[in-house]
């Protein structure tokens, strides 16, 4: 079965410094694409940023990045410099055309 | 780009009752796709469309639940009989697919309430 799984269901960091949220998934399958999308409150989810399963290289968008080990299937989000207006619920997600979400972790930035 | 719309907002309906939305995608995206999100958890993917073709369907789209989308452009979500377990938030989002997947794009969704 195709999973998703997020540890952590609440972090927090302050402003400016750097946080790492952590996802792992289960799959059998080798072509796959690995999102990080972002869920303020009463607001729409946002993707963050996307990999792809076959680019070893990690992709970076501005201060997020990713830490991809394939092997480990594990899909960390890594955010630098943390905004006060970074806060919100962060689902790491799987797929090709449906998505898998994992339960979501909720980052709180404190100034 | 208007993006994703999804109406209504809010939907609050006495249980026994039939409820049908509306998603509105990305005017050049093909790809359509619902998903449900109850508290606290992270989205479930309900069912989705290439076009007006209904490519995949969840297990948790029971009987009650119907989807179309007739001529490729907005669908609807009818849920039949709605029972407690109904009330949620319907995520709709949309995609361009070509060689490959592109990002998905979500709309606000419409909350669902049964009283």
């Known amino acids: 079965a195709q999973t998703v799984t997020q540890s952590q269901p609440e972090m927090s960091v302050q402003e400016a410094e750097t946080v790492t949220l952590s996802c792992t998934y289960d799959?059998?399958?080798?072509?796959?694409?690995l999102f990080w999308y972002k869920q303020p409150p009463s607001r729409q989810m946002i993707l963050v940023i996307r990999?792809?399963?076959?680019?070893?290289q990690n992709a970076t968008e501005n201060r997020f990045s990713v830490n991809f080990q394939k092997a480990a299937k594990s899909f960390s989000l890594k955010i630098s410099d943390s905004q006060l207006g970074d806060a919100a619920m962060y689902f790491c997600?799987?797929?090709?055309?449906?998505?898998?979400f994992g339960t979501g972790t909720r980052l709180q930035v404190f100034p | 780009d208007t993006g994703v719309s999804q109406d209504p907002r809010h939907k609050i309906t006495k249980r026994g009752q039939n409820v049908t939305f509306r998603c509105d995608p990305i005017?050049?995206?093909?790809?359509l796709y619902w998903y449900r999100q109850t508290l606290g958890q992270g989205p479930e993917f309900l069912t989705y469309?290439?076009?007006?073709?209904?490519?995949?369907k969840s297990r948790l789209l029971s009987d009650r639940f119907s989807a179309e989308r007739p001529k490729g452009s907005f669908s609807t979500l009818e849920i039949q009989r709605t029972e407690q377990g109904d009330s949620a938030m319907y995520l709709c989002?949309?995609?361009?697919?070509?060689?490959?997947?592109?990002?998905?794009?979500f709309g606000d969704g419409t909350r669902l309430s049964i009283l």
């Open positions: 989002a949309s995609s361009g697919w070509a060689d490959s997947n592109q990002p998905q794009h």
């Open positions: 799959t059998s399958e080798s072509d796959y694409y």
């Open positions: 990999q792809e399963a076959y680019k070893q």
């Open positions: 997600a799987y797929g090709r055309d449906k998505l898998i």
């Open positions: 005017s050049e995206h093909n790809r």
């Open positions: 469309f290439q076009n007006e073709a209904q490519l995949e």
